[in-house]
């Protein structure tokens, strides 16, 4: 079976997260909402309880217009409006919104075993697969005598769950947020931002890479462990808040650099320009792409731009595989529409049906991440 001698592109949305307890952007704010009623020690609790009192507020009025109130993305436009227009309180309730969501995502747990904190179980079987793809891919290059480009992850999760797994497995990975490392390093690239990226509140200078580990830099675990504990992760409100400012020194500044989904425009004057810039660049020269989780939401206009942009001078495009649990007719008629129909009519674009994150990472991805042609459908 003929093996894949060009770059792969991993888009992973927030399907591949969802296994870590990582609320999906339909029920984000039901979670949240539960999250304020039965959790008493909430770092942000002032912001949560303002804007589902707003909400409410919205929804009485809601008897006038028709309009999804549980929709996180919806919220945000609503209370970025108000901020646009010059209203104090949609100063207050964007900001709030951005304190919500941290807190939201900041559940994430992992198990102490062997005397280390182990990575979560999927992403870490993910990093090994990509890790051995990229070397099997390596060792046939060398035979033929042509340049070695190691695949690319994009993802749209804020989560620090694959970077801890990465981490790990002391692999080299670039976020590119600056100068580029290394040629020989995975790139990560964070399109909506990283929790463990953060801005000092307040010096305001250059985004400052935080470790993606549960401990915060000159704490150490419990000696009290015992194998099979779970440790919580809350890369936000615990490692952010306890790592002082490289640049002042002070604790309980640094802010993580986040954009919600809708609001890529917003990249504008942030650290994330470089990120997407790298993004273009890595779509242009990808011999595949593979898509999980991510079910191609009409409204992340920037995204299907960003595609566009980097398909538009790709020569060397072979497929797009697209790994959902979803396979009605609007989701892959979604995708039909942002990729050309000269992919779709030479059968170029693929969708894997009825699978979801773990079952391609354990069943389906040495296969599709390496070989021209799989097995089973
Ligand atoms: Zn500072």
């Not at 399907?15 to 009623?37: I, W």
């Not at 890790?131 to 620090?160: H, S």
């Amino acid at each position: 079976m003929p093996q894949i001698v060009g770059k792969t592109i991993y888009v992973l949305g927030a399907g591949c997260s969802h296994h870590t307890g990582a609320p999906l952007l339909r029920d984000f704010l039901v979670k949240a909402r539960l999250l304020m009623e039965s959790e008493k020690e909430l770092v942000y609790k002032e912001s949560f309880v303002r804007i589902f009192k707003w909400i409410d507020n919205l929804r009485s009025a809601s008897y006038y217009v028709e309009f999804d109130l549980d929709n996180l993305e919806h919220i945000f436009s609503l209370a970025d409006m108000l901020r646009q227009i010059g209203s104090e309180e949609g100063e207050r309730y964007f900001s709030d919104l951005r304190y919500v969501v941290m807190e939201t995502l900041d559940r994430c747990q992992l198990r102490w075993e062997g005397q280390r904190i182990q990575p979560d179980n999927l992403y870490d079987r993910f990093v090994q697969n990509l890790r051995e793809l990229n070397k099997q891919r390596r060792d046939k290059i060398t035979q033929t005598q042509g340049a070695f480009e190691r695949d690319t992850i994009i993802t749209f999760n804020y989560d620090v769950m694959l970077d801890y797994a990465i981490r790990f497995q002391t692999t080299s990975f670039d976020y590119c947020l600056g100068a580029p490392q290394s040629p020989d390093c995975f790139k990560l690239l964070k399109l909506h931002g990283s929790t463990s990226w953060a801005i000092c509140r307040k010096c305001t200078t250059s985004p400052q890479i935080v470790k993606a580990s549960p401990i915060p830099e000159g704490f150490s675990v419990s000696p009290f462990l015992d194998d099979g504990q779970q440790i919580n992760f809350k890369m936000v409100t615990d490692v952010l808040k306890n790592t002082p400012c490289s640049n002042c020194k002070e604790k309980d500044v640094l802010e993580p650099i986040l954009i919600p989904p809708t609001w890529s425009k917003a990249i504008e004057k942030t650290p994330l320009v470089k990120v997407w810039e790298t993004a273009v660049n890595e779509i242009m020269n990808a011999f595949q792409i593979i898509v999980i989780g991510y079910s191609m939401p009409p409204t992340d206009t920037f995204f299907q731009y960003l595609l566009t942009l980097g398909l538009a001078s790709n020569a060397k495009l072979n497929r797009v595989v697209v790994v959902n649990k979803d396979n009605s007719e609007d989701f892959k008629g979604r995708y039909e529409k942002v990729f050309a129909r000269s992919l779709r009519d030479r059968g170029r674009l693929r969708f894997l049906d009825n699978i979801i994150f773990a079952n391609y990472v354990t069943q389906r991805m040495m296969d599709v991440g390496g070989k021209l042609e799989w097995v089973h459908e």
